[in-house]
């Protein structure tokens, strides 16, 4: 399916992030990157945008995404883009002659709502819209967004003034061609030539459906709706199924902050990882120092070290980077990290009881860190399966381990608790693992 994507308005009224709309960066991404790549991730590779306000800029970054993105794009100008919406759909015409997806340049959503579309029978003639039936929507604005009013499925009525809504116009649409001969006639009946005008003209024949959606979605309009998107994409990356305690708790609400930052920089996940990794390997070298300042310097460094571990998948899924690649080089760094952690501290504990038994307890940290990390995705997915989502005992309780005994001046106690934690809780997956097939 051909998806059409209006980008022709100034937007004035979010000037303050940027002079052209469909290029303001939220989160370090285009606002019209983000719908095509939300689209893409539904199935849609081939794309017609209307350019308008500085077209020549949006043209030119659309030809680069192109390339980037290994998809289709076709560029169609709109010379009166000062006018209502329904005419930079009208300038697709020619290019839409089977149905299509009608999605804005500003509006963000999730790839549920598309799907949902996608579900949807839609006979000749017709276009459906997905309509947002949570009145108390709180990514709403409801003084400037368009109000709908549908009812077995129809839509009965919709602008932005009506009084008796039961729904709000996401502006996602499914249409036929018939989409341009209502423009036509609304033009020429109500000399009216937004979207919502034709809407009303096809509701007369009751060729105006709606299918209800509850996913996410936000019209990128002003200032106040930028930091409402930025605040709800930032939260989306809390609560990830692979989280423990500490990184549910104290890791991710750090590290989130500092992926809002790095998203505005030329920096990749994979870069994150490795400085992550390269902490880790400072504080290792503090801890084999055999001093006590160094020893809880070292605990503060290797606590960052895991929050910043945080980040490299936050940017990448903020900035669509992410890959099977990415998420299998941070696990090799994490072990290594693991192992010079751990054994820096036995080196520090050996340094002021060379015994054989300090030898010993930290080899079984380290062991026991490894299987650990070896047996958790089976774990996790029998876990998920069979009681669904607990707390997990994972690399971020062990860092923090770390920490807390660093800086306490406990480094030998930490030995003997991670050893026995680790592996008592290898030996727990391996006994309720058995019987999995």
């Not at 989409?179 to 009216?192: Q, S, V």
């Not at 609400?253 to 920096?267: D, G, H, Y």
């Not at 994490?334 to 930290?362: C, E, K, M, Q």
Request: charged share 20%; aromatic share 10%; hydrophobic share 45%.
């Amino acid at each position: 399916m051909k998806c059409l994507i209006i980008a022709a308005g100034q937007g004035t009224r979010l000037k303050t992030k940027g002079e052209v709309k469909p290029l303001v960066r939220l989160l370090g991404v285009p606002l019209i990157e983000r719908v095509i790549r939300t689209a893409m991730q539904s199935g849609v590779w081939e794309f017609y945008v209307v350019t308008g306000y500085q077209g020549e800029k949006v043209g030119s970054f659309l030809k680069q995404l192109a390339k980037r993105l290994n998809i289709a794009v076709t560029i169609i100008h709109n010379e009166d883009w000062k006018k209502e919406n329904g005419v930079s759909v009208l300038k697709a015409k020619d290019a839409m002659t089977e149905p299509f997806l009608l999605l804005m340049a500003d509006h963000l959503y999730d790839t549920a709502i598309i799907r949902s579309l996608q579900g949807r029978p839609l006979n000749k003639g017709e276009v459906i819209l997905a309509v947002d039936t949570d009145k108390n929507n709180p990514l709403v604005d409801i003084e400037d967004v368009t109000k709908v009013r549908i009812k077995n499925g129809h839509i009965l009525n919709i602008g932005k003034t009506i009084d008796d809504f039961n729904g709000f116009d996401t502006g996602f649409f499914i249409c036929t061609p018939a989409i341009f001969e209502a423009l036509e006639r609304a033009c020429k009946i109500h000399n009216d030539t937004t979207l919502s005008a034709a809407i009303r003209v096809l509701a007369e024949d009751k060729h105006a459906k709606s299918v209800q959606t509850k996913g996410f979605w936000i019209d990128v309009d002003d200032k106040n709706a930028f930091q409402k998107a930025e605040k709800t994409l930032l939260d989306s990356l809390q609560g990830k199924s692979s989280d423990g305690p500490v990184s549910l708790w104290l890791n991710r609400p750090v590290s989130t902050r500092l992926s809002k930052v790095l998203v505005n920089f030329n920096i990749t996940p994979n870069q994150i990882s490795f400085f992550s990794f390269m902490l880790s390997i400072v504080a290792a070298g503090l801890f084999a120092q055999g001093d006590y300042l160094y020893l809880a310097l070292g605990g503060i460094v290797a606590q960052f070290a895991s929050i910043i571990d945080g980040s490299d998948g936050e940017v990448a899924r903020l900035k669509y980077l992410s890959s099977d690649y990415g998420g299998w080089f941070d696990a090799v760094l994490d072990r290594y990290a693991d192992a010079f952690l751990l054994f820096g501290l036995t080196w520090y504990v050996y340094n002021h009881n060379p015994t054989s038994i300090v030898l010993g307890v930290g080899f079984l940290a380290i062991i026991g860190s490894f299987m650990v990390s070896y047996t958790a995705d089976k774990h996790d997915r029998l876990m998920a399966n069979r009681i669904g989502q607990r707390m997990r005992m994972g690399r971020d309780v062990r860092v923090f381990l770390i920490f807390l005994g660093a800086v306490l001046n406990q480094p030998y106690a930490l030995l003997i608790v991670i050893a026995v934690l680790m592996n008592l809780e290898t030996i727990r997956r391996i006994v309720i693992c058995r019987n999995d097939k």
